[in-house]
């Protein structure tokens, strides 16, 4: 409610009084294209391929919703002879589709922001729908 007593009903107040209140965007270079390649596999051809060796990182992402609405995701890789891993709790208005998109892209950045960038990252998901979506480049709907 606008004007309610908490701290986002005084700051959305405030910001609604303001009407010629004006945002700016900074839209950023587009960025080069990926050298990627998408494979889906049927599940027992995609475990045999989890467990080969390659080289580069390999991560696996996973996004689900609990049923009482709590959303989040997980990626983890392997470190040396043990995992390492980030999980991420994204709140209780999401759906589970939101989450393995964001797995995805969390994993990318994460592959990004290492001191030594690999030259190959390979990335594994079980949400065949999202993998589609992110390797699209124009605007459409996810599922």
């Not at 467990?51 to 990626?75: C, E, H, I, Q, W």
């Amino acid at each position: 409610m606008v004007g309610a007593p908490t701290v986002i009903g005084r700051r959305l107040k405030n910001a609604l009084a303001y009407s010629r209140r004006t945002e700016s965007k900074v839209l950023l270079e587009e960025p080069d294209a990926l050298d990627a390649e998408l494979l889906q596999e049927e599940e027992v051809e995609a475990k045999a391929e989890a467990k080969r060796n390659r080289p580069g990182l390999t991560m696996f992402t996973d996004g689900s919703r609990l049923d009482d609405g709590a959303t989040g995701y997980s990626v983890v890789w392997r470190k040396g002879l043990s995992w390492a891993g980030a999980k991420v709790h994204m709140g209780n208005n999401q759906e589970a589709y939101d989450a393995e998109c964001a797995a995805l892209a969390h994993a990318l950045e994460l592959a990004a922001q290492r001191n030594k960038t690999p030259k190959r990252v390979t990335i594994f998901s079980n949400k065949q729908a999202a993998i589609r979506r992110m390797a699209l480049d124009e605007p459409n709907p996810g599922q």
